[in-house]
Nanobody, 126 residues
Framework: QVQLTESGGGLVQPGGSLRLSCVGSARTFGNYNVGWFRQAPGKEREIVVVIRWIGTATYVFDYADSVKGRFTASRDKVAGTAFLQMNLLAPEDTAVYFC????????????????WGQGTQVTVSS
């Protein structure tokens, strides 16, 4: 069982930045694939970035088109943490952001991930 804890959300003005963190409880969390998702009110949960673990401390990142060039994901394998740096935030980025993990699946289907955090609210507004 892996527990995920997100933090870093908040209220930010358009054009601003936030950095989200996702801490995994498992000692081997660094070997898990991670997906960052978001869900806006009245909308389905959507993928933001998939972080695929391909061995040792190497990861592959696959971003949604809507965030390419603005968001950057990273992993600290030793600390067991995944990060999402969000720059040039816009009102349409407002959502609850979730991290999810799986030791087998990597991709955009939320239902395939085994573990989820509680989510952190990101609000972009002037």
């Amino acid at each position: 069982q892996v527990q995920l804890t997100e933090s870093g959300g908040g209220l930010v003005q358009p054009g601003g930045s936030l950095r989200l963190s996702c801490v995994g409880s498992a000692r081997t969390f660094g070997n898990y694939n991670v997906g960052w998702f978001r869900q806006a009110p009245g909308k389905e949960r959507e993928i933001v970035v998939v972080i695929r673990w391909i061995g040792t401390a190497t990861y592959v990142f696959d971003y949604a088109d809507s965030v390419k060039g603005r968001f950057t994901a990273s992993r600290d394998k030793v600390a067991g943490t995944a990060f999402l740096q969000m720059n040039l935030l816009a009102p349409e980025d407002t959502a609850v952001y979730f991290c999810a993990a799986s030791d087998t699946y990597y991709g955009s289907r939320a239902s395939e991930y085994d573990y989820w955090g509680q989510g952190t609210q990101v609000t972009v507004s002037s």
